[in-house]
């Protein structure tokens, strides 16, 4: 089984600012680009045609999702393990202008620390690997020996946040170091299920 994560177009916001789960747009042209790239996986050796398509529901994926259903694209399935981190009071906000106090006190704990009215990167890392588990039963269709061009294929439209912790818990990284992963908007990252194990195929392509 081969899932393509892929993180959505730039976001139509203020440099600078803190909008995890806050619904924001996309840049108009950024977007046009990300719709255009991701019709070219289809029939090309870096993606078959995915059997089913899961986006978070926040509209900078969503919409992507839905410009690209139609064939060979099924209609995506929202998904709301797949939002981005909740990062509470800071939404909205600047870094600049979030207290240094509870962005350090972050930074120190990462894992574990909650910004307030929000949610750890723990809790953000346990529902993406909940959403992967549960797509992990449709992989077994794609048994020890079988070509990988007959396994089955998901994209996934989704944040930095749920990419990043993904990748990690597949290597078996710590999550201490969240956030110093480089992941472009519109980017793609492959992760394959075989032989009862995920692995990173390629990371920001």
């Avoid at 976001?11 to 600078?16: D, F, K, M, Q, S």
């Avoid at 991701?38 to 999702?65: F, K, M, N």
Wanted: glycine share 10%.
């Amino acid at each position: 089984m081969k899932v393509w994560l892929i993180r959505h177009p730039k976001p139509a916001v203020p440099e600078g600012t803190c909008y995890g789960r806050t619904d924001v747009g996309t840049d108009d042209a950024h977007f046009a680009q990300v719709v255009e790239r991701l019709r070219t996986l289809h029939g090309s050796a870096d993606g078959p045609t995915p059997l089913q398509v899961y986006t978070s529901p926040l509209s900078r994926c969503s919409r992507v999702a839905q410009a690209l259903a139609g064939a060979p694209w099924p209609d995506p399935v929202v998904d709301p393990l797949l939002a981005e981190m909740h990062f509470g009071h800071w939404e909205g906000q600047p870094w600049s202008a979030i207290p240094r106090a509870e962005i350090d006190a972050w930074r120190e704990n990462i894992r574990h620390w909650r910004p307030p009215g929000g949610e750890t990167v723990d809790e953000l890392a346990a529902r993406g690997w909940r959403f992967l588990q549960s797509i992990t039963p449709a992989a077994n269709a794609g048994a020890a020996g079988t070509p990988d061009a007959a396994r089955p294929a998901v994209a996934v439209l989704s944040h930095a946040g749920v990419i990043q912790t993904l990748i990690k818990q597949v290597r078996g990284e710590p999550l201490h170091r969240f956030g110093g992963m480089k992941l472009d908007f519109g980017s793609v990252t492959l992760l394959e299920h075989a032989d009862g194990q995920w692995r990173v195929v390629r990371e920001n392509g």
